[in-house]
């Protein structure tokens, strides 16, 4: 079946740093993404989310990139902070079906 | 709005035991999800209801899980017997329709033992 997967199981950066995170999606047809941000022995938070007729959203130090081209997602997160730190998943939707989640990526930020 | 509302935070059980998870859902979302964590493999949906009615439980591992949802404020999860190899951090999420995002609640951290 169609999945979504993540690149790199974890990312270590400086406090102050930008960070990246990336998705890759295989199913054509998903049209709504989600970034979730789960911290430890919490339940996965929404961040942003982006349709497929965008190819850029922002909020508030984060954006979100879409490349329906290379069916790529990423999530860009300004001046990291130790609060950042966290497992990041994004999900995708197609049509009527739930939301399909990644493994998702683990965030360490160093003070 | 208080979110999703998770009971218990933790449960631990011995093999052979029945287990109840319970989901209080936020007021006027209408599509309720239970989803299963594990380190080995993700979170992963098990059930989800719309206005109540289970639509999709091909998630579910066996038939000793079963799921109900006898209104739209409250539903529960059941294992029994339960296994060793169920325990994993269950979540239950809520949204206010297709396409839209889900909210989590906290979560049920179960161990069998």
């Known amino acids: 079946g169609e999945s979504v997967g993540l690149h790199l199981p974890t990312l270590s950066v400086q406090e102050g740093d930008n960070s990246i995170i990336n998705c890759a999606y295989s199913?054509?047809?998903?049209?709504?993404f989600i970034w979730y941000k789960q911290e430890s022995g919490k339940g996965p938070q929404f961040i942003i989310d982006?349709?497929?007729?965008?190819d850029k959203r922002q909020g508030q130090r984060v954006t979100v990139l879409l490349n329906k081209t290379v069916k790529h997602l990423s999530l860009q997160i300004a001046a990291t902070q130790p609060g950042d730190s966290a497992v990041y998943f994004c999900?995708?939707?197609?049509?009527?079906?739930?939301?399909?989640f990644g493994k998702g990526t683990m965030l360490l930020v160093s003070p | 709005d208080a979110g999703v509302i998770q009971s218990p935070r933790h449960e631990v059980t011995e093999m052979g035991q029945e287990v109840t998870l319970r989901c209080k859902p936020i007021?006027?979302?209408?599509?309720l999800f239970w989803y299963r964590q594990t380190m080995m493999r993700g979170l992963e949906l098990l059930i989800y209801?719309?206005?109540?009615?289970?639509?999709?439980d091909s998630g579910m591992p066996e038939d000793r899980f079963s799921a109900k949802m006898p209104n739209a404020s409250f539903s529960t999860l059941k294992i029994q017997p339960s296994e060793p190899r169920d325990s994993a951090v269950y979540f239950c999420?809520?949204?206010?329709?297709?396409?839209?995002?889900?909210?989590f609640g906290s979560g049920t951290r179960l161990t069998v033992v």
């Open positions: 999900a995708e939707f197609s049509g009527y079906s739930t939301l399909t």
């Open positions: 209801f719309n206005n109540n009615v289970p639509i999709d």
């Open positions: 007021s006027g979302h209408n599509s």
């Open positions: 982006i349709r497929s007729n965008m």
């Open positions: 999420a809520s949204s206010a329709g297709t396409g839209r995002g889900y909210t």
């Open positions: 199913n054509s047809a998903s049209d709504y």
